[in-house]
């Protein structure tokens, strides 16, 4: 069965203290991975496209990586306004659609 | 301003009560979907519509029903038959179902 999981489940950081958060999958045939951001309450945002290993993102302070096995979206310096769940998802073809399989998500705060 | 707009906001449904929830999206995309979202689980995805007048079931259909009968809109009824339907629900569209995926700001059910 495919499988995305995420890493940690809640991060508590101070500002300005840099860190990383996993997404791992175990979809075979994989055609890309998905980062978004959710405030509570609100529907996910959009961040990320990622699609082939070794790919990169950066969106301010916010940068995407992406090997065969798993993601990692580093925050670098974060701010109180960098607090949010960060959602990961992947595509899986069914041989009509491609729908998408999300991860539970990694609840951050960052503390002044 | 092009996006996707979700109503109402809040809900509150009696049990054996069918609500409908509505999904709108002047983005002209093709594809749209209904999620639901429980704390401490992934989004899960209900149905979904590739064009107008076409849709499928998700993977958690049972109790739920749709219709695309135009391109802008993919209202969720919500029936008697879903044993557990308070939950946070999520519409999102896209340009085809293997391109990125917008989300509506979400619609929180309640049932009494």
């Known amino acids: 069965e495919d499988q995305v999981t995420q890493s940690p489940e809640a991060l508590r950081l101070q500002e300005g203290e840099s860190s990383s958060l996993n997404c791992s999958y175990t979809?075979?045939?994989?055609?890309?991975l998905f980062w978004y951001r959710q405030d509570p309450g609100k529907g996910p945002e959009f961040l990320f496209t990622l699609y082939s290993a070794g790919e990169e993102k950066e969106k301010e302070r916010l940068k995407a990586t992406l090997t065969k096995k798993e993601s990692f979206l580093h925050i670098t310096a974060p701010k109180p306004e960098d607090s949010a769940t960060y959602l990961c998802?992947?595509?899986?073809?069914?041989?009509?659609?491609?729908?998408?399989?999300f991860g539970t998500g990694t609840r951050l705060q960052v503390t002044l | 301003d092009g996006g996707i707009t979700q109503s109402p906001k809040y809900l509150f449904r009696k049990e054996g009560q069918n609500v409908t929830l509505s999904c709108e999206q002047n983005l002209n995309h093709d594809a749209m979907y209904w999620y639901r979202q429980d704390p401490g689980q992934g989004l899960r995805l209900i149905y979904y519509?590739?064009?107008?007048?076409?849709?499928q079931k998700g993977d958690i259909a049972e109790g739920y029903s749709v219709s695309r009968e135009k391109k802008e809109s993919f209202p969720l009824t919500v029936t008697s038959a879903q044993k557990n339907p308070t939950a946070f629900y999520l519409c999102?569209?896209?340009?085809?179902?293997?391109?990125?995926?917008?989300f509506g700001p979400g619609t929180r059910l309640t049932v009494l």
């Open positions: 999102a569209s896209s340009i085809g179902t293997a391109d990125t995926q917008y």
């Open positions: 979809v075979s045939g994989l055609r890309g």
């Open positions: 998802a992947v595509p899986k073809w069914t041989g009509t659609a491609s729908k998408l399989t």
């Open positions: 519509s590739q064009i107008v007048n076409d849709f």
